[in-house]
């Protein structure tokens, strides 16, 4: 069983230093995910490591499959996710190459993603006013500080459609609502990571200010990719860093967020979803 997973974003596509690695395929009933999930040893942890958008890059964030890879993971025995993610700032005091902890996210998509594996036949209803879990979040946070690099928490996170990039007037419209970074592709993430009572936390780096910073030129994909390159090396340094303290027992709400969720009783559940989504509501419906 593997229960820690790193999600690999823009310039995240593999961890140096795995040992005892094994790539696995999976098929999932949502299709297939980014790509083969490679499981091995990392700092005496043994963790699965998913590159969202495939290793060379080849999905753009509104074709992602995010059920299929919450669901691969959860098949794993995945039970803690840190997502690293470049992102955008939306405040001056947030710097290119720094590093992000969101609290909170604000979704822009309007449903283009599939963001829930509750559908055909049963009705499910998860708290999402905390969208992350703190616990990891405090984690994760330690690491960081220890290597002095530089960090916010407790952002706002906002999720836009993509691939394009903001208008100016989108990005002032952002600011002047508090949002505090932008990224494409999280939003999903968490809610299925919710549903699949998976813990669940952004790492996001910051790869230029968005469009709406006059002293900067506007954002273009060289610019995103030079600071890209600079931020997956302290990325890794991170993960490094914070695998040793990652706990065995979860003390969170994250692990039993279904337990008051499910508003369909078992017996109306349609024997189909329940085969497909026994991996993740297999206890209740046993109970």
């Known amino acids: 069983m593997v ?4 999600i690999g974003g823009s310039g995240l596509y593999d961890i140096k230093g795995l040992k005892n690695t094994r790539r696995i395929s999976f098929n999932t009933p949502f299709g297939k995910p ?3 999930i490679v499981v091995g040893e990392l700092e005496g942890k043994r963790i699965a490591f998913l590159p969202r958008h495939g290793k060379g890059h080849y999905i753009n964030p509104s074709q992602i499959n995010y059920r299929a890879n919450i669901y691969a993971l959860k098949k794993l025995g995945v039970e803690r996710i840190i997502s690293v993610s470049a992102c955008g700032s939306l405040r001056e005091s947030i710097m290119p190459q720094d590093f992000v902890i969101p609290f909170q996210f604000v979704d822009r998509t309007n449903q283009a993603r599939k963001m829930t594996f509750f559908e055909n036949g049963m ?3 998860i708290s999402f006013a905390d969208p992350i879990c703190m616990e990891l979040a405090e984690t994760l946070a330690t690491a960081i500080r220890k290597l002095n690099i530089r960090l916010h928490t407790g952002a706002v996170y906002v999720n836009m459609e993509g691939p394009a990039f903001s208008t100016r007037a989108e990005s002032e419209l ?3 609502w508090g949002m505090d970074i932008i990224g494409m592709t999280n ?4 809610k299925l990571a919710r549903e699949a009572e998976i813990c669940y936390v952004t790492l996001a780096a910051v790869t230029d200010y968005d469009c709406w910073y006059k002293p900067a030129e506007p954002v273009t994909a060289q610019m995103v990719m030079e600071n890209l390159r600079k931020n997956t090396e302290n990325a890794k340094l991170i993960i490094k860093e914070v695998l040793p303290h990652i706990r065995e027992e979860r003390n969170c709400f994250c692990k039993d967020a279904l337990r008051y969720a499910i508003v369909t009783p078992a017996r109306f559940i349609p024997r189909r979803t329940k085969k497909i989504l ?3 509501i297999g206890r209740y419906i046993d109970e």
């Open 3 to 6: 229960k820690i997973a790193i």
């Open 34 to 36: 980014s790509d083969k």
């Open 123 to 125: 009705v499910v209803h």
């Open 174 to 176: 952002y600011r002047r």
């Open 187 to 190: 939003m999903a993430e968490a």
């Open 278 to 280: 026994y991996p993740i």
